[in-house]
Nanobody, 121 residues
Framework: EVQLQASGGGLVQAGGSLRLSCAAS????????IGWFRQAPGKEREGVSY????????YYADSVKGRFTISSDNAKNIVYLLMNDLKPEDTAIYYC??????????????WGQGTLVTVSS
């Protein structure tokens, strides 16, 4: 059973930093993508950043480019999202997700529970 456990959210002032962690277990797909999404109150869920298992350059939403960095510790099966220079508009519930393919058009199959990030102005 694939499980994703997100953590690291919290309350931070604008300009501050947080690092989210997603501990993954239960999957041994030869190819996969794993990444982060977020949903702010009253808004649709949006993709923030994801990475493929083939080492391609990660994807970043335009709104976070230059501020967020996705990385992984493959030995620990953890994916991180380092968020710098946080802005109030980054306030959202952040979710990690994975899919057993690197095809960009594929849906995200497995989701973890969210972790709340609140950025105060």
């Amino acid at each position: 059973e694939v499980q994703l456990q997100a953590s690291g959210g919290g309350l931070v002032q604008a300009g501050g930093s947080l690092r989210l962690s997603c501990a993954a277990s239960g999957f041994t797909f030869p190819d996969y993508a794993i990444g982060w999404f977020r949903q702010a109150p009253g808004k649709e869920r949006e993709g923030v950043s994801y990475m493929n298992s083939n080492g391609d350059s990660p994807y970043y939403a335009d709104s976070v480019k230059g501020r967020f960095t996705i990385s992984s510790d493959n030995a620990k099966n953890i994916v991180y999202l380092l968020m710098n220079d946080l802005k109030p508009e980054d306030t959202a519930i952040y979710y990690c997700a994975t899919r057993p393919t690197i095809r960009p058009s594929s849906s995200w199959t497995y989701w973890g529970q969210g972790t709340l990030v609140t950025v105060s102005s």
